[in-house]
């Protein structure tokens, strides 16, 4: 099959603000329109574990033996292709599972007043929190519905970058001339919806995280390998997130780029990808 964006190509399109257009493929399995659910993390999508189950006995390029598919890792969040899905219900979504950013928390003042404790954790008795992190290890992201998601600080400016990604590829896409927007909506519409899905699922997990902490609050050195994965995968510069680029990525690098705490990475690149895209 073609090989997915190199960085430099991938860094080419960018500049262009666009999703690049992955190589004809043969394409997944699509949410069964028999479904009327417009939830598109609806466990009636065609899963990662299904496809792995399925290509167990078979190679991903030649359809011949292979015992394991090592690239669909169980960390990656499912692409999916809803085609009951109209312009509209996709924007709703989008709508819907918006958030905002904020700055920077303030640091330690001049005076050495502490900073604030660990957001969700309880106090003792004493004034000090039982968690050794303080709020500025910490960003809160708020949802359109006034939904608060607290995660580690390293987490904020690629999250934005996600973001600012998403919305200005719906931009580009409906304000398009040469080719109709109706031509590029066609194109892309899976992609924005499946980073919008991305960014989504990626925020409910650091709630459950937190909950899974019982009162402890957020930890800083939490970790979402889903979204690290992806992280990753951007810090090459392959932005598109469908089986295909997933699985050319993974034949290039293995594993070994995945196993790196891409947290300490990003802030070089994707101060640097802010200024491409």
């Not at 960018?14 to 399995?29: E, N, V």
Request: charged share 25%; hydrophobic share 35%.
């Amino acid at each position: 099959m073609p090989r997915a964006d190199s960085p430099k190509d991938a860094s080419a399109r960018r500049r262009s603000g666009r999703i690049p257009k992955p190589p004809p493929t043969r394409r997944p399995a699509t949410l069964s329109s028999s479904h009327p659910s417009k939830d598109p993390t609806n466990s009636t999508s065609y899963s990662v574990a299904q496809a792995a189950a399925r290509d167990k006995d078979r190679d991903p390029n030649t359809g011949g033996p292979n015992e394991t598919i090592l690239w669909k890792h169980p960390a990656e969040l499912e692409f999916i292709y809803p085609d009951d899905y109209s312009q509209s219900d996709i924007i709703s979504f989008l709508i819907q599972n918006a958030f905002s950013i904020p700055p920077p928390p303030p640091t330690t003042g001049k005076s050495g007043s502490a900073a604030p404790s660990t957001p969700g954790a309880p106090t003792t008795p004493g004034g000090s929190s039982d968690a050794p992190s303080s709020m500025e290890d910490f960003t809160v992201i708020t949802a359109v519905d006034g939904t608060p998601t607290i995660l580690p600080l390293g987490y904020r400016i690629p999250l934005m970058f996600a973001a600012k990604y998403l919305w200005d590829s719906v931009r580009l896409v409906l304000t398009s001339v040469d080719p109709p927007p109706e031509t590029e909506w066609e194109a892309y519409k899976y992609d924005i919806l499946n980073l919008s899905r991305l960014c989504s699922a990626f925020l409910a997990e650091a709630r459950n995280a937190m909950k899974a902490r019982r009162g402890k609050g957020m930890s800083k050195r939490w970790r979402s390998q889903m979204f690290d994965r992806v992280l990753t995968r951007y810090h090459w510069g392959w932005l598109v997130n469908r089986e295909e680029y997933i699985r050319a990525f993974w034949n290039e690098f293995r594993e070994d780029e995945y196993e790196k705490d891409v947290l300490r990475r990003v802030a070089s690149t994707f101060y640097l990808l802010f200024e491409l895209i």
